[in-house]
């Protein structure tokens, strides 16, 4: 079992930042590749970002390429996600997840295999 932990969530005016953070607990974190995902009300759960378990492979989704940033310290069991230019409509639960499958599914949300309990981050226009 991993335990998963977000923090760092709150209100930000448009434009502003915000870096969260998920902490693990339980087995090696660093044989997991961790994954940010978020929810909207009314909306899907939707990829943000992933990085693989050494961090040497990043990718993230289309819409926040070039604001957002994951990164992971596995001495310290955590991954971040800095999310700067914030807009409205990215208001949402943003969650992070633990997958031991393949890079290939890191925008899969069914590959994963833990999940935290998100954390709440609402941008105001």
């Known amino acids: 079992q991993v335990q998963l932990l977000e923090s760092g969530g709150g209100l930000v005016q448009a434009g502003g930042s915000l870096r969260l953070s998920c902490a693990a607990s339980?087995?090696?974190?660093?044989?997991?590749?961790m994954g940010w995902f978020r929810q909207a009300p009314g909306k899907e759960r939707e990829f943000v970002a992933a990085i693989s378990r050494s961090g040497g492979s990043i990718s993230y989704a289309d819409s926040v390429e070039g604001r957002f940033t994951i990164s992971r310290d596995n001495a310290e069991n955590t991954v971040y996600l800095h999310m700067s230019v914030l807009k409205p409509e990215e208001t949402a639960i943003y969650y992070c997840?633990?997958?031991?499958?393949?890079?290939?599914?890191?925008?899969?949300?069914?590959?994963?295999?833990?999940w935290g309990q998100g954390t709440q981050v609402t941008v105001s226009s």
């Open positions: 997840g633990a997958s031991s499958s393949s890079w290939y599914y890191r925008r899969t949300i069914k590959e994963y295999d833990y």
């Open positions: 339980g087995r090696t974190f660093a044989n997991y590749r």
